[in-house]
């Protein structure tokens, strides 16, 4: 059972475009959402985050929006450049415990 | 921010040995660390979570007598892979959070480890 789903394996955008990367989740109790940036061969690195109490957060050319009515979350990447190429993994937990609840993570492939 | 190192990066070994990694975090003290495993393609698969001072919790599936998880401080966990076989053959990383780090449940990775078992 997928409590947490990225349904696009990979996506290709044009250098300077905007990547919009979806996850979508199961469990209601899910208070906390993050996406991780991995390179091959390293470990995640943390990109931004949001609460289930905000609808949208802004770090510099990433926005996280989360719907929580439909249970679903994007990541946005804007202005895309070169080296955004990584995979992206959306991550969620509750309040009952502290584990990461992982998506199978999207390859993202920023096209010059 | 904060973190998180492994250790080796990369480890090579015959079928039947047993291979120690590491996991420190650097300027910080980790209450919790997480062992994660991740397969070609996949997901990053939580493997067990340790809590300073305390036994390991394994999820399930995962053989504890075979890989053993020792949490004896806040700056370091290790991870034992042992009589490794070809199928463990793998990237393990690990994550550790801290004690009222912001934001909440932030976990900081280590670079991973490739283990490589012929």
């Known amino acids: 059972d997928q409590q947490v789903k990225q349904n696009s394996p990979s996506l290709s955008v044009q250098e300077g475009r905007i990547s919009i990367l979806n996850c979508d989740y199961t469990?209601?109790?899910?208070?906390?959402f993050l996406w991780y940036k991995k390179y091959p061969a390293e470990g995640p690195t943390f990109l931004i985050s949001i609460s289930s109490i905000k609808d949208k957060n802004e770090d510099g050319r990433f926005t996280v929006f989360l719907n929580k009515s439909a249970k679903h979350l994007s990541l946005h990447i804007v202005p895309s450049q070169p080296g955004d190429s990584a995979v992206y993994f959306c991550a969620a937990s509750a309040d009952s415990n502290y584990q990461l609840i992982w998506g199978a993570g999207t390859k993202l492939i920023i096209k010059p | 921010g904060a973190v998180v190192s492994q250790h080796p990066s990369r480890v090579i070994c015959k079928s039947g040995t047993s291979v120690k990694i590491e996991c420190r975090s650097l300027d910080f003290q980790a209450t919790t660390m997480f062992w994660y495993r991740q397969f070609p393609k996949q997901s990053l698969m939580l493997m067990a979570t340790?809590?300073?001072?305390?036994?390991?919790?394994?999820e399930q599936g995962v053989e504890k007598d075979k890989f053993l998880i020792n949490h004896a401080s806040l700056t370091l966990s290790t991870l034992t892979v042992t009589s490794a076989h070809p199928e463990d053959s793998s990237f393990y990383i690990c994550?550790?959070?801290?004690?009222?780090?912001?934001?909440?449940?932030?976990?900081?990775f280590g670079p991973g480890t490739r283990l490589t078992v012929l």
């Open positions: 469990n209601s109790m899910f208070d906390y």
């Open positions: 340790s809590n300073e001072g305390s036994k390991a919790t394994y």
């Open positions: 994550s550790a959070r801290g004690r009222g780090r912001p934001p909440y449940n932030e976990q900081f």
